[in-house]
């Protein structure tokens, strides 16, 4: 009997059985498209007769731009790249970028909610935290010959510390409107 291929696709139906489990043999490759960066598959479960796409709950679900063109712009801005900039290079409008930008945001944000759901620290812990990691790079400055780097403010923290609620600045609170 020929087994079915896991497709590595939880079911994001809330009224399924099997919603949000992954590799239980419910889900299989029904047709393809294609898309300006290539085919995409849809999906069906067959434990409760949804279909959906391969990018649902993604970045790239519904766009119609290639996803390299999507990923090129949000790099050119993590390394500070001006908007105006990213849009004459890339070809398209300032604001396409900034909807790009959002939606990479949001869904960075839903991806820290949920894997900092049970994390059990306190602010006062969280402080001590930033402490500790300023006094780590003090000493490793110290220990390649006195040079430090200078401080850089915001732009120095990495997405995953800007999404995540978690202030880099001991104190602060952050909230998308602070950073």
């Known amino acids: 009997m020929r087994k079915p291929k896991e497709w590595g696709q939880p079911c994001p139906n809330p009224d399924c059985s099997h919603y949000r489990l992954m590799n239980r043999g419910n ?8 898309i300006q960066s290539g085919k995409r598959r849809i999906f069906y479960c067959n434990k409760c007769d949804h279909c959906f796409a391969e990018t649902r709950d993604t ?9 390299d063109k999507v990923m090129m712009a949000l790099k050119m801005l ?9 849009g004459f290079v890339l070809g398209v409008n300032e604001e396409t970028v900034l909807m790009w930008l959002d939606r990479a945001a949001q869904k960075a944000h839903e991806i820290n909610t949920h894997l900092l759901r049970d994390l059990p620290v306190t602010e006062v812990q969280l402080d ?18 006195g040079k430090q780097r200078p401080e850089r403010g915001r732009a120095a923290v990495g997405m995953d510390q800007l999404c995540s609620g978690v202030s880099p600045h001991p104190g602060d609170v952050c909230r998308p409107e602070n950073v």
């Not at 889900?27 to 294609?34: C, E, K, L, N």
């Not at 001590?128 to 010959?145: L, P, V, Y």
Request: proline share 2%.
């Open 128 to 145: 001590e935290m930033w402490s500790f990691i300023k006094r780590k790079h003090a000493q490793q400055a110290e220990a390649d010959g």
């Open 27 to 34: 889900i299989s490759a029904i047709s393809t498209y294609m």
């Open 59 to 67: 970045v790239f679900f519904d766009l119609r731009t290639p996803e």
């Open 78 to 86: 993590l390394v500070k790249v001006g908007l105006t900039d990213i």
